[in-house]
């Protein structure tokens, strides 16, 4: 059965290419019959892109075969690519409501596509690197569809899976195959980096690739995700974005301020605050206090004569979340910014965090205090444990490495988080305390995470609103769901 590819690797580039297009047309007919052969893979493959897309986006895949895939992601704007035409002729076929262009991805000119299909949210490449000839080439061509939101979801075969797949080709359970590129992911991430892209999240997934009832099921669901299992997998997967370019205008900066008992730290919340951006507007946001907090606050309001704008809120919810979600509701900056009312973040560290989203290094930025020395006072010994116990948990929940997730600083470009908001159902109404609750759509989002580290400071007044130990039960608790909506689905 391999005859027919036998001295492809052999051939010059553009033999190659045109072998492996004569390839595609001749089999064109029989793609879906293998795709029904193999459902269980391709459906798998079909919930991760819904997975990591959200549904009406603005998607373009390349090397889209029939279609099934671009047209499981529920676009809005659906445009599929590929340099086999007999394949193109049948996914047009299939579905006339998505546009498909039959061109080569190495030549590929924004030019060549209608100008309403020039710019994309999503754009993704699944299945079709082993075949690529220049997958640098491919990298750079697609840069002209990219704005600084898009990602970049690559798909491919764990290398690991040659002799098997190979195997499963010579008893026909699996398509044959021309020669392919067999890519690892430090290939493929270095690949992205030297193209303009940043990686963001690497993943694994399926290991039991065909279905047997009873088995499949609880393998690719639970153990397939497992640390050191998840190398054994047969799906690869790497999200990236492009290198975002820093921005231009300076942006404007709304800071909350969720406040209960701290009317001793009113003033200094303000009075320590530097310049931020453009502009500062600061939003106190009042919970239920048994102190003078909320007289406290109109009176700074009434009375401040500085450069940035103060607004006050009442919530007539209850929680850190509840404060911090009307905060971010009310406020018009672009930047938006949380600063806990006991100052145990300096306010003075604020302007590192805008700095960081401004140039372009992360789109999520979120403190970590576990970094400089810090008081015992600050934060005693078995909260540092339990810090650390929950930065383990997150960075093998989010595929992304973090230091401290409980840090009450996050800072985020209110585009964003008005995405968060509206994905808002996917979690549900889980998080009285509001960081998962941001962490958590920020990583189903895909934006890129980074941590600012900040100096820790013991509070000066009051004290601390936080019921350690129950807080913690329910921390254990957010995190056990979380694994199902982010891990184990």
């Not at 029904?36 to 493959?45: F, G, P, W």
């Not at 020039?118 to 491919?138: H, K, P, T």
């Not at 590129?181 to 999240?201: F, H, I």
Request: hydrophobic letters at 40%; aromatic letters at 10%.
């Amino acid at each position: 059965m391999q005859a027919p590819f036998s001295n492809l690797l052999e051939a010059p580039k553009q033999d190659f290419k045109q072998d492996i297009r004569a390839y595609f047309d001749r089999i064109a007919p029989e793609l879906d019959r293998w795709s029904s052969r193999n459902r269980y893979y391709y459906s798998d493959l079909a919930r991760l892109h819904q997975f990591l897309i959200p549904p009406g986006s603005r998607v373009l895949e390349v090397g889209c075969g029939t279609g099934d895939l671009l047209q499981a992601t529920a676009p809005a704007l659906g445009v599929g690519l590929d340099f086999a035409p007999a394949v193109v002729a049948i996914a047009r076929q299939k579905y006339p409501h998505l546009s498909f262009y039959n061109l080569d991805a190495e030549t590929l000119d924004a030019a060549q596509l209608a100008p309403e299909h020039r710019q994309f949210d999503y754009i993704v490449l699944s299945g079709v690197l082993g075949y690529l000839g220049d997958v640098q080439a491919v990298l750079q061509r697609l840069q002209p569809f990219c704005q600084p939101q898009t990602r970049l979801i690559l798909t491919f075969h764990n290398h690991l899976w040659e002799p098997l797949l190979g195997l499963a080709e010579r008893v026909g359970q699996r398509r044959p195959q021309p020669p392919q590129n067999w890519l690892s992911t430090d290939d493929m991430a270095n690949l992205l980096t030297v193209t303009g892209y940043r990686p963001l999240k690497r993943g694994s997934r399926f290991l039991w690739p065909k279905f047997v009832p009873g088995v499949a099921g609880l393998v690719n669901r639970y153990l397939a995700p497992l640390p050191l299992v998840k190398h054994l997998c047969l799906t690869t997967f790497i999200v990236a974005r492009p290198q975002a370019a820093p921005t231009q205008a300076k942006p404007t900066c709304s800071v909350i301020v969720p406040a209960r008992n701290e009317a001793g730290n009113i003033a200094a919340a303000v009075a320590r605050l530097p310049q931020l951006g453009e502009h500062t507007e600061v939003i106190f946001v009042e919970g239920h206090s048994r102190d003078r907090t909320w007289a406290t606050i109109q009176e700074l309001v009434q009375t401040y004569q500085g450069p940035f704008t103060l607004k006050a809120f009442q919530q007539t919810g209850r929680g850190k979340a509840d404060a911090v979600r009307l905060g971010f509701e009310q406020a018009s900056g672009d930047i938006l910014l949380i600063l806990d009312a006991d100052l145990t973040v300096p306010p003075e560290d604020l302007p590192h965090f805008v700095e960081v989203l401004a140039a372009g290094y992360g789109e999520f930025a979120n403190g970590s205090r576990l970094v400089y020395p810090r008081s015992k006072t600050a934060m005693p010994w078995l909260n540092t444990v339990a810090n650390k116990i929950f930065a383990l948990l997150f960075s093998f929940l989010l595929e992304q490495p973090l230091k401290d997730t409980l840090c009450g600083t996050k800072v985020l470009w209110r585009r964003d988080y008005q995405r968060i908001a509206a994905g808002r159902s996917y979690f549900g109404d889980f998080d009285p305390f509001g960081d998962f609750d941001l962490l958590f759509g920020a990583a189903k989002l895909n934006l890129h995470i980074v941590e600012v580290p900040i100096r820790y400071q013991p509070r000066t007044y009051g004290s601390s609103n936080i019921a350690h130990v129950k807080e913690g039960m329910i921390l254990l608790q957010m995190c056990l769901y979380a694994s199902r909506k982010l891990k184990f689905w």
